[in-house]
């Protein structure tokens, strides 16, 4: 596999010339909401990113390419989660090209996104210096 980019390897390796199992992702970009007590804008999420990272200090709705609204009980509100308070998920954005966050609680808040990539593959150099 041909990278031309070095940055897009992943710097260690096993022995093996496998990547180190917990270190899949390499840093992308950060990205910070306000959320208020009812509804947030939206932001655009770096096309770069095949991963976000995401952590909230308030109970807050989640949703890609879409309108900010609270939805009635009852009704399925597509491309969305509900991301509980103090909480990291790790999803893939699936493409998204805009995010909104909800706020469902009185408080206002913080959403906290780490946008990461996967590495493409391992840094052949680094293999070859423990040989």
Do not use: Q
Request: proline letters at 5%; hydrophobic letters at 50%.
């Amino acid at each position: 596999m041909a990278v031309a980019d070095t940055r897009e390897l992943y710097p260690l390796a096993t022995p093996g010339g496998e990547a180190i199992p917990y270190d899949v992702f390499r840093a992308n970009s950060f990205l910070r909401v306000s959320i208020t007590t009812v509804v947030s804008g939206s932001i655009t999420i770096p096309t770069s990113a095949d991963f976000l990272i995401m952590f909230c200090d308030v109970p807050c709705i989640v949703r890609f390419n879409a309108v900010a609204s609270i939805p009635a009980s009852g009704v399925e509100l597509l491309s969305a989660f509900a991301l509980p308070a103090n909480t990291i998920w790790t999803i893939d954005h699936n493409a998204a090209l805009s995010l909104t966050a909800i706020g469902v609680s009185a408080t206002a808040g913080v959403l906290y996104i780490n946008t990461v990539k996967k590495w493409k593959d391992v840094h052949k150099a680094s293999l070859a210096n423990r040989m």
